[in-house]
């Protein structure tokens, strides 16, 4: 009967005659019209108000806040149909076999092509969900996700227009972006020698992408356990999640910017000294040592030992002190972890299952289907016949 009351009150608030409203009827004209005006706009905006302290800032909505990104705003999100196994199996059957064809081409062609496009998968999930909000190109009026600084070595772009390009040839508007980006992260692990992992499928792409979304929701690879745990308990993944995902660091390269806080002022101890000697040499420019002015432009591999492998390798690694991140090493020394870690370094097939589980569970991420967002014809481009120009119209204007 609480519930009721409440409801009978607010109906009286809102213009009713009853004597047991009378005095916060004096309330209605000001603070009301505060408190509508207030709730009204953080709906509508863009923006989500964060706190900060004793401040608040404003920062573009996260992947838990997309109702924005929907183009029918008739269905809301709880409502929209789930992923599903073989969502293509009628509409676009070729699909697997594309994407397999495309990225073991460029696998053949260079192995280190695996890695950016496993990582692509995860810095669209990241930000604003699985939405392919990752490759929308900036435009004059809006610097998208691609423009974000923590996004300065994403690559690979090209394999995912591939596949879309041959996509449109036998199944015109009907695979979205965010599902290729899907399926080429789950056909590149293949191509490292990982296992072929079953995903679904049935997400649609994003009408927006922001930058600074991408620089608050990214967890950065200074961060321990603590940190990467509140980053990715608000978009549903736990303690097991990061340590396997953490895994995809079995492959792939970074720059010295991702460890210079590991370098420098002073090199970090944990680092066997061999490989500190290395990781310094590279970040240096022409032998004279320039830190923290450090080189960023040559790479080095995230597993030193097998680099091109998609194994479990990295894991054992870790047990080494041969994590290349804060984020990896950290792994190994927090006790909420370690287990894992040791689990992983002993068992390949463990880490391979738990993998795929976490992999799936984070291409679940605020992903949109049935007639959310829409199917893009390009992926760097959103479809100008159907965009609602109330969504962004300073934003139509892409740059290539
Ligand atoms: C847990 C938090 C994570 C952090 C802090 C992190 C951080 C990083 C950083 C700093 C780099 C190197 C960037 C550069 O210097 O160019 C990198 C590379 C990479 N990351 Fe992560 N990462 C995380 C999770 C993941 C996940 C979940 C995946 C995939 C499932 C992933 C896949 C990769 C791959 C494959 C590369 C190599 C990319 C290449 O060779 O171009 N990472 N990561």
């Not at 989500?48 to 990104?69: D, I, Q, T, Y």
């Not at 303690?239 to 002022?265: F, K, M, W």
């Not at 590279?282 to 432009?297: A, F, S």
Request: proline share 6%.
């Amino acid at each position: 009967m609480k519930s009721q009351h409440c409801n009978l009150l607010l109906l009286r608030l809102l213009g009713g005659g009853d004597q047991r409203c009378a005095r916060m009827r004096k309330l209605v004209p000001f603070d009301l019209v505060v408190v509508l005006v207030f709730v009204l706009g953080s709906i509508v905006s863009p923006f989500s108000m964060v706190a900060e302290g004793a401040h608040f800032r404003f920062v573009p909505r996260s992947p838990r806040n997309l109702a924005e990104n929907s183009y029918n705003h008739a269905v809301p999100a709880y409502l929209a149909p789930p992923l599903q196994f073989g969502f293509y199996h009628k509409t676009c059957p070729q699909f697997p076999e594309i994407v397999k064809r495309v990225v073991t081409k460029e696998f053949e062609l260079n192995p280190t092509n695996a890695a950016p496009q496993l990582r692509l998968f995860f810095h669209d999930c990241f930000v604003q969900g699985c939405d392919a909000s990752v490759l929308l190109n900036s435009t004059k009026a809006n610097q998208a996700e691609k423009g974000a600084s923590n996004n300065f070595s994403l690559g690979n772009f090209f394999v995912i227009d591939e596949v879309k390009e041959q996509l449109e040839k036998v199944c015109p508007g009907v695979v979205s972006c965010a599902d290729i980006l899907a399926l080429v992260a789950v056909y590149s692990i293949k191509a490292a020698g990982g296992p072929l992992y079953e995903i679904e499928l049935g997400r649609r792409d994003s009408l927006t992408s922001y930058a600074p979304s991408a620089e608050t929701y990214l967890p950065a690879s200074s961060l321990n356990v603590s940190g990467l745990l509140e980053d990715l308990q608000t978009v549903g993944l736990d303690e097991v999640d990061l340590v396997a995902l953490s895994g995809a660091h079995t492959i792939g390269q970074a720059h010295c910017s991702s460890i210079i806080n590991r370098l420098y002022p002073h090199v970090d101890s944990q680092y066997p000294k061999y490989y500190s000697k290395q990781l310094v040499a590279n970040c240096t420019d022409n032998g004279y040592l320039k830190l923290p002015n450090y080189d960023n432009n040559t790479q080095f591999f995230n597993d030193p030992v097998t680099p091109l492998q998609f194994d479990n390798q990295y894991f054992k690694n870790l047990k080494e002190n041969l994590g290349l991140f804060t984020t990896d090493e950290s792994l190994f020394n927090d006790e909420r972890t370690k287990k894992l870690v040791e689990t992983f370094a002993s068992n390949q097939d463990a880490f391979f299952k738990q993998f795929g589980i976490s992999l799936r569970k984070m291409g679940k991420i605020g992903v949109l289907t049935g007639t959310q967002g829409q199917i893009r014809n390009q992926c760097w481009v959103r479809n100008s016949h159907n965009v609602d120009p109330a969504l962004d119209p300073t934003s139509l204007d892409f740059v290539s």
